[in-house]
């Protein structure tokens, strides 16, 4: 579009939509021409993904024909590309990536364990005020071990009976 149209369109943008609502139409026109844009570069990158996966299969075919003997460059390197994603399949995160299991992250102590609510955060939040807690308060309560629990149980059955 030429200039002097752009102008035509933005006047009778104006004329239909009055200047309060103009701002909010621009922007939800370019937030859904954005999207647009962000699709299209997802579908591209997705179908490429998928021409060089079947472009290795491909090649793996040829490779296996051969006995894996002969190969050609892109052959021996397509060969070392499914070897490396074979070996990122069975180790994701690295070898230097995994975090240390014996001490708690930063910020948690081990002597009191962490509670999880059964109620949904939302409802929780909805449900109880906003309070300061001070950091001696902020740590929950240890829960009582199974077997206490279970003889307390116990011993109100046999008083109650």
Avoid: C
């Amino acid at each position: 579009m030429s200039f002097w149209e752009l102008v035509v369109v933005g006047v009778v943008a104006l004329l239909v939509l009055g200047p309060e609502k103009l701002p909010g139409a621009i922007r939800s026109v370019t937030g859904t021409i954005r999207s647009i844009r962000q699709f299209g570069h997802q579908m591209k990158s997705e179908l490429s993904d998928e021409l060089r996966v079947h472009e290795l299969h491909e090649k793996l075919r040829q490779a296996e024909e051969k006995g894996l003997l002969g190969l050609s460059a892109d052959e021996i390197n397509a060969l070392a590309e499914l070897r490396q994603a074979a070996a990122d399949v069975n180790n994701p995160y690295g070898q230097g990536n995994t975090m240390p299991t014996t001490e708690p992250p930063s910020g948690f102590s081990a002597a009191a364990p962490v509670q999880i609510a059964a109620t949904p955060a939302p409802v929780l939040a909805a449900a109880t005020p906003v309070t300061s807690v001070p950091p001696s308060a902020a740590t929950a309560p240890a829960a009582a071990p199974a077997s206490n629990n279970h003889t307390a149980q116990v011993n109100e059955q046999k008083t109650s009976s």
